[in-house]
């Protein structure tokens, strides 16, 4: 599988030949095409046409991040498997309102149950989150009674409040309180991993689609309208509280991230460079972990599962399976 590059400093990324290389204060590093699917950008970084030529080329997407660690866009290689077929049968889902309530009521119900199965791990392992588990058990039949969109991110949003309550019973650390979710900008440190982790994780969906015959540009659950991409968004939603929120919870509880790796500024609460790094190596491992897939009858990655996700919206959009989202089963 490909891996995806990260880059913190700030310097030139290039193309030499048919490789590339990132020139930074610390000298040249050559950075090998063939194994290289994405390039994630934090730091003040100097690129070119003839690069970007290459970069299309050779099928690698360029995320950008600004200084808080805050997605900003995507360089998107002309769509090398997109399917005017499948363009269609997306906006025919999303344009019919009893078709794309459907698929979204699948997003939440990933989520939801996904939250569910968090919950019940720390539950077992003796955190006080049983009340908020309970609001939440009795809030899951009300999904299939919404009536649209709107409705349906409401109940989405109140189970997401009682499981956001939980997170200050299962960290019981004074440097990480929850308080109340808070996005641009962060008000405290546990709001900045959770953004910086959710930025990270709608551009790993981002990538993923683009391995797919599916549009990024044409979601369900996060309407379709002036905003870049949103199928990245409803996907994310299933495998945030399993990858993002147990990184979070495992980064704090092992204390492999302090409140020493942020700092404060006008703008906000930024992570510094070594917890970023720290972040993301230990997002990457588990991203590589494997568990037993049922249907499949092997192991697969997290991230593999992402994939699989997408092959299964596209079976429901070309009416060959109803689709039905991951939940996790540990």
Same mark, same amino acid.
């Given at each position: ?34 194994? +290289? ?88 392992? $003796?955190?006080? =989150? ?61 709001? +900045? ?41 409803? =996907? ?14 495992? #980064? ?14 006008? $703008? ?36 593999? #599962? ?25």
């Amino acid at each position: 599988m490909k891996k995806t590059l990260y880059i913190f400093s700030s310097g030139e990324l290039a193309r030499k030949d048919n490789t590339l290389y990132f020139q930074s204060e610390k000298g040249k590093r050559f950075i090998p095409v063939e194994n +290289t699917g994405e390039i994630m950008i934090f730091g003040e970084v100097d690129i070119n046409k003839r690069l970007l030529t290459f970069l299309s080329q050779r099928e690698i997407i360029l995320h950008f991040f600004n200084h808080y660690g805050y997605y900003v866009g995507s360089f998107y290689p002309r769509e090398h498997l997109n399917s005017g077929y499948m363009i269609l049968k997306q906006a025919e889902n999303y344009l019919d309102e009893k078709k794309r309530l459907a698929l979204a009521k699948s997003f939440v119900r990933g989520s939801v149950y996904n939250i569910r199965q968090v919950l019940k791990y720390y539950a077992n392992r $003796g955190k006080a =989150v049983e009340t908020s588990l309970a609001h939440i058990e009795r809030l899951i039949p009300v999904i299939e009674e919404c009536a649209d969109c709107s409705e349906l991110m409401a109940i989405e949003g109140n189970i997401r409040d009682y499981y956001y309550r939980t997170f200050d019973l299962i960290l019981d650390n004074p440097d990480f309180v929850f308080q109340e979710r808070s996005k641009r900008p962060p008000r405290n440190f546990l709001n +900045t991993l959770i953004s910086f982790g959710n930025s990270i994780l709608y551009t790993i969906c981002l990538s993923e689609i683009y391995k797919t015959h599916l549009d990024p540009r044409i979601g369900f659950l996060h309407a379709t309208n002036f905003r870049r991409f949103s199928l990245n968004l409803d =996907v994310a939603e299933i495998f945030k509280p399993i990858i993002i929120d147990r990184l979070i919870f495992s #980064l704090i509880g092992k204390k492999m991230i302090s409140k020493d790796d942020f700092v404060k500024e006008s $703008g906000g609460i930024l992570l510094k460079e070594k917890g970023r790094k720290c972040f993301i190596e230990e997002l990457e491992e588990r991203l590589k972990r494997t568990i037993k897939h049922r249907s499949l009858g092997r192991s697969v990655s997290y991230r593999r #599962l992402i994939r699989l996700e997408l092959y299964k919206i596209q079976k429901h959009l070309m009416e060959e399976k109803e689709y039905s989202p991951f939940i996790a089963q540990w």
